[in-house]
């Protein structure tokens, strides 16, 4: 193996991890805020992949159309999983961590199906611009064009919500009812507000992150069910309700992806499982979590 | 004391008269509740007693399925050997996995099962020449002397299942059973009356997986064949909606929930090819309507079928 | 509180009564088909596509009084879920409730699999239309199961000939397969080993690449492939994963690098892919409607099916509606729909199907058919690329011999 293809290799792990963190930042978001696992998040990832084709096909004639998709993608997303949490979420922070399970599991069985008749069992591919349908080469390694801006759109949603949490005033409450809601809710803070638009943005986040995979590969039904699971593991390994333990995640679990695919390519899955299952019995709130509810 | 076993005892009745009265199809959809219906029992052993999500328990019923699977198809032998050596295999595994889980409690705990399932899935899923990957096992005949109709089968499993059953309800009322209620109900307490919280866990856990690996040994023969989907997370999902429709404060919720989860779906799948969107609407509608279960909704409504130490519902961070 | 869960009681109750009165209506017509196939999930795609194929021939055959002039055939859809356990409980569903005489199953062989004791035991047909591994037929053969569709090793074998051809020609040494985890993906990998050791003794295979059904991200695969810098690639992916994997490949410029010769490319990709599929690859299908438009059966076919459903028949709707047809010259040759003596009528028989006169193997029930490569290009009359100089193999030229089989039957015991 020389230097360049395990550079490649590099790449091609930063590519899949980005797209995971993607996926996983709404998840931690909403699991560290409202201590909901949001089963249904995948589901509106795809749905965020299957807008984003609906408006790329509406805007076709435009070069503008297949960017702008995206983010409208995950409005639309978002739109969905501001009524989900109007009408059903909302009504479970308070119940047991089965029924919570449960009721998101079950959106996500609801969903499947209302992708499926909305946009039939066809799988949709998007054509992508000119500018990037040819590789780029970085010290000799090919890399997707596409993927350029794919991690610099991971990193944009990183620091935005770096940003956010920070430095916003609605960063610092959501940030405090991670640690302790009863305290935010003391300080006269309208938490059931703040809950509903905490989990408009994760949700923003799984549709655009939905926007983003669409033009890789194509879209198809079932892609939600395998990218749950590992969005899961990520979320474990980095620490619920971590931004940077979500990315540090998402980046070792797409470069042990990438790395075992090379060396013992039927492992990978399960040596993901492995890592999962050794950080929950050695630190159960993950790289970067911190240690206090259970 | 007449009411305690006056509806397990109806309940065995009926199901000894159905299969003379429904047609062919309902008896091998009872033969699958009775299944369902003891892997939701070993399920809510670990739930409903010992207040722990489990959702990874697929693994054990996978477990056990290919004891059995394995041990006919390649070896030759006889069923009856097979179910203890499939208890005894789902048993072990579960002794190793669940000596890591029994440490962590809640969310964590849900999803270090739900690790480890996985992890059974994939190794299962990825060793062909052992398992036959996701082809599955084919050609697991039931002996000769259960014949090949319906019903013989069917009372095979009946009798597995009720000793099975009887089993868990025997464990369940034992000291040892009180002793997961007070864990559940308040583990630090538990732990400070001296008793080892954690190798009670275990020991609870590896049960559970025992009776999930039996459950799991009378699913290759009904189908005739096993196949890796029976480890997955999705499959560990069913003993939980089966326990939250049936009843998770119930000993008999969870077989009640598999008699209405299974039936349901089979009506549901006849007609529809958007069975999991019936499904999802119904789990909610059971979640926010009916918190406590089918049973949990009759013993309101009837108090006497209240049994006094489940009244009071388990408390769970 | 009380109220709220009595009206809830209630409500299942009356949920309940609904789901059993609307299951319970069955007329009894007279031939109950069934067909159990992949309709969530992976399988989805393919199998749509089959049943509109089954759907137009059922019409087309009741438009003429049914089966024998007097049968209707009644259809009967259930989804398989792509799960063997699903799979045989809807079948099971099927023959009991149903009462089907025969069942058309499955996109995934190893439900296919798991049906063949069912239907043997139930004495129901099955009939395999899209999955297509050869161990539905090989070992425990059940002379209730028949298949149409050409077999893994048939096109296994169909591949590594105009593989090694290639190799042999071009000097190829080194090469690396990229197979799906699963029944399909795993035979036709080792079937094709197996053969180009035989065909091209001067290839090695570099390594082997397992991606998990239902991968959507290739990417580590092809950068990992790319820096193995092999002669060629040889890969078996499956429907919707091959979509991905080459959509993905190809903006890495991997095809500009590595030839990728004898892949699975059918209709439906040709039709997905129509504006981005890399032109002048050469590869393999298994019913391309294009390869038999001299046959009249087949322009009716995709004129009908065109006129029903405005796209073009893709391989899987062609091997369907072959299933439909084979099934129906089975009924009239034992002039009866008693299905003991349909068996027994099929067995070696010769059908007269859209992709011409062909015949079922009386060893294995395997539909001597063929396989079909050629090399990807534009052509003016179809709004997606063909194939051109497309390359027949028979299947008397790419079946396994007998011999083999009796021997693997016999090792199986």
Request: charged share 15%; proline share 4%.
């Amino acid at each position: 193996m020389d230097i360049t293809s395990l550079f490649t290799q590099f790449l091609s792990g930063l590519t899949y991890g980005t797209i995971l963190f993607l996926v996983a930042a709404g998840l931690s978001l909403i699991f560290g805020v409202m201590n909901i696992l949001n089963f249904a998040h995948a589901a509106l990832w795809l749905m965020g992949a299957y807008f984003s084709y609906t408006f790329w096909n509406l805007m076709q004639d435009y070069s503008f159309g297949f960017w702008l998709s995206i983010p409208l993608a995950g409005l639309a997303a978002a739109a969905v999983g501001w009524v989900m949490e109007v009408v059903l979420i909302k009504r479970i922070y308070k119940r047991e961590l089965y029924e919570q399970l449960l009721i998101t599991y079950s959106i996500a069985l609801i969903l499947s199906d209302t992708i499926k008749l909305t946009w039939g069992v066809t799988n949709k591919l998007i054509v992508r611009p000119e500018i990037i349908q040819k590789p780029v080469f970085i010290f000799g390694a090919p890399l997707d064009s596409y993927f350029i801006f794919v991690i610099l759109a991971g990193a944009a949603v990183a620091s935005g919500l770096w940003w956010f949490l920070k430095y916003t005033r609605y960063g610092h409450i959501v940030k405090a009812a991670v640690h302790s809601r009863e305290m935010v809710a003391a300080l006269g803070i309208p938490i059931p507000r703040i809950y509903t638009w905490v989990f408009t943005l994760g949700i923003f986040l799984a549709g655009f992150a939905g926007g983003i995979q669409a033009p890789i590969g194509s879209i198809t039904l079932g892609m939600d069910t395998a990218i749950i699971i590992q969005a899961f593991c990520v979320v474990v390994i980095g620490g619920f309700g971590s931004l940077l333990g979500t990315l540090v995640g998402s980046l070792i679990v797409g470069e042990v992806m990438s790395f075992t695919i090379l060396f013992w390519p039927e492992g990978a899955m399960v040596l993901i499982f492995v890592i999962t299952a050794a950080i929950l019995i050695v630190r159960p709130w993950g790289l970067f979590g911190t240690p206090m509810r259970t | 004391m007449k009411n305690k076993y006056l509806f397990p005892v109806a309940l065995f009745l009926l199901a000894i008269a159905l299969p003379y009265i429904v047609p062919e199809f309902w008896v091998h959809v009872l033969t699958e509740i009775l299944i369902m219906g003891l892997f939701a029992a070993s399920f809510n052993m670990v739930f409903g007693y010992m207040g722990q999500l489990t959702f990874g328990h697929a693994a054990y019923y996978g477990v056990g399925a290919y004891t059995t699977g394995l041990l006919m198809v390649k070896a030759n032998v006889p069923l009856l050997l097979c179910l203890p050596l499939s208890m005894l295999s789902a048993g072990l595994c579960a002794a190793v996995l669940g000596y890591f889980c029994v440490k962590l409690r809640g969310i964590y705990f849900a999803i270090l099962t739900m690790a480890f399932g996985q992890l059974v899935y994939y190794i299962i899923f990825q060793w062909y020449s052992f398992t036959g990957g996701d082809n599955g096992l084919q050609g697991i005949v039931p002996p000769a002397f259960l014949g090949k109709a319906a019903n013989p089968y069917y009372f095979f499993t009946l009798i597995v299942v009720a000793i099975g059953m009887i089993a868990l309800w025997i464990i369940s009322e034992s000291p040892f059973g009180y002793t997961m209620r007070a864990i559940r109900d308040n583990a630090e307490r538990t732990e400070f009356i001296g008793i080892n919280v954690q190798r009670y866990m275990h020991l609870n856990f590896i049960i559970a997986a025992m009776f999930a690996g039996l459950a799991g040994a009378l699913w290759g023969p009904f189908n005739r064949s096993v196949a890796p989907d029976l480890c997955n997370w999705q499959h560990s999902g069913m003993p939980v909606f089966m326990t939250v429709m049936g009843g998770p404060f119930n000993f008999l919720g969870p077989l009640i929930g598999s008699a209405i989860y299974t039936m349901l779906m089979a009506f549901v799948t006849s007609f529809t090819e958007y069975w999991p969107m019936v499904s999802g609407i119904i789990i909610i509608l059971v979640v926010l309507l009916l918190p406590g279960g089918l049973l949990g909704l009759l013993e309101d409504k009837f108090p006497f079928l209240r049994r006094k130490d489940d009244s009071e519902k388990g408390a769970e961070e | 509180m009380d109220f709220r869960k009595t009206a809830a009681f209630f409500v299942t109750v009356i949920a309940c009564i609904i789901f059993l009165g609307a299951s319970g209506v069955k007329a009894g017509e007279p031939y109950n088909l069934g067909v159990a196939l992949g309709l969530t999930g992976a399988g989805a795609l393919y199998s749509a596509d089959g049943v509109e194929g089954i759907k137009l021939a059922v019409e087309e055959i009741n438009a003429k009084g049914g089966f024998l002039g007097q049968h209707k055939v009644e259809l009967f859809i259930r989804d398989s879920q792509t799960k063997p356990d699903v799979g045989v409980r809807e079948v099971k569903d099927l023959i009991l409730r149903d009462k089907i005489r025969a069942v058309i199953n499955d996109y995934s062989s190893a439900v296919a699999m798991a049906v063949k004791p069912i239907a043997q035991e139930y004495k129901v047909l099955h009939i395999a239309s899209i999955s297509n591994s050869e161990n539905i037929t090989k070992i425990n053969p059940s002379p209730y199961t028949f298949q149409v569709v050409p077999n893994s090793y048939m096109q296994a074998k169909a591949a590594s000939v105009g593989i090694a051809k290639i190799a042999n020609q071009k000097g190829w040494k080194e090469y690396i397969t990229i197979a799906s985890d699963y029944e399909w993906g795993r035979s036709t990998q080792a079937e094709a080993v197996k053969f180009l050791k035989e065909l091209a003794p001067n290839l090695t295979l570099k390594k082997e690449f397992w991606p998990r059904l239902g991968e959507t991200q290739f990417t580590s695969y092809i950068t990992g492939i790319m820096a193995m810098k092999p002669d060629f690639v040889f890969g078996s992916v499956a429907s919707n994963d091959n979509v991905a994997w080459m959509e993905q490949a190809k903006t890495y410029g991997f095809f500009d690098k590595i030839p990728y010769p004898g892949s699975l490319i059918t209709v439906t990709e040709l039709q997905l892919q129509a504006k981005t599929l890399p032109r002048n690859m050469i590869a393999l299908t298994r019913a391309p409607f294009f390869a038999h438009m001299d046959n009249p059966m087949m322009t009716d076919f995709v004129k009908n099916y065109r006129a029903k459903y405005n796209k073009f028949p893709s391989d899987w709707a062609v091997l369907s509606y072959d299933a439909v047809y084979a099934l129906k010259q089975g009924v009239e040759k034992a002039k009866t729909i008693d299905t003991e003596k349909v068996k027994d009528a099929m067995k070696g028989m010769t059908v007269n199907l859209t992709r011409g006169k062909l015949a079922f193997r009386t060893i294995d029930n395997q539909l001597s058919c063929s396989s079909y490569m050629g090399t990807i290009a534009d052509d003016p009359r179809y709004p997606f690329p063909i194939y051109k100089e497309i390359v027949e193999v028979k299947g008397s030229e790419s079946e396994r011999p007998e011999s083999e089989i009796l021997e693997a039957r016999k090792a199986a015991k």
